[in-house]
């Protein structure tokens, strides 16, 4: 039996012609979303994650490929794909004179879903907006705003949110707020994708992570083996007094200063000992005031591959 995902994309790739050139926003994506897990689509601005989000939605065609959401064929079963997805847009363009209710019947009218089946309170209270029910939209937070996005995604009991860029623009504590709201969502059995240029972010949220740069797929693992594979180790010495020890190590690894009074090196665990480190620093003539080890995060992974392609 083939495994039931909740999206599989093959070969997608969209071509934007303009009058001067054509853009590649994505070139033949391969990937594939298990039922049930948050996935992240992570690259840097201008990577394509919105085209592919948009593919989904249907504002944008793709070139080729083969697109299946929830096992319907997009060329195939467009509507049926509509329904099993509720889509986050980036920008936050909202009626400013309706209130949240409002909205979410309005959306729900446009489902063909009946009053009866209407869940509108439910959503306002996931989404914590019960008690802004009746205010006017433009009277809302910039995070409530995205929470009311969020809600309308909601209106057709869709299986899988897609968020793009969910938190741009939201404060720290609304962010994790929404944040909190997400891993809500995705406990109560809804399928999250969401898009993001925030590592930290999708570091924190997602089972599994794709990283997208210049419309190619460049990795995909689940966040702790992205994690792990890197293998970067950095070492941080912490000096008396500030001093120069130069550019480089013997060893070629190159020696940084995030603060004068701080030697900072990245290195490959399985390419260098850290005790050979050390015992270099060491020969320096410098004063060690302390000695600190920091593992790897997603920045690093993220920098290293999107340097070497
Ligand atoms: P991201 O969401 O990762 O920032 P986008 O999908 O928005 O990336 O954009 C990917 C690339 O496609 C960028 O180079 C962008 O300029 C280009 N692009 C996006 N939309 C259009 C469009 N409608 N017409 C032409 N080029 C576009
Ligand atoms: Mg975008």
Redesign the pocket.
Known sequence: MQKFLALKTTNLSKE?K?KQNT?H?LKDINLEVNKGEIFGLL?P???????FINILAGTVIKTHGKVTVWNFDLDINPREVRSSIGIVPQETNLDPFFSPRKLLEIQAGMYGIKAAERITDKILEITMLKDKADAYARSLSGGMKRRLLVAKALVHRPPILILDEPTAGVDVELRQNLLQNIKELNAQGVTIIL?THYLQEAQELCDRIAIINH?KLIALDKTENLLNNIFTKKILFRLKAPKNIGEKLNSGLPINYPKPDLISITYNKNEAKIEDIISEIKTKNIEILDILTEDADLEDVFLKLTKSK
């Not at 601005?45 to 085209?51: D, I, L, R, V």
């Open positions: 934007y303009t853009i926003a690259g601005n201008g990577a394509g994650k919105s085209t898009t419309g």
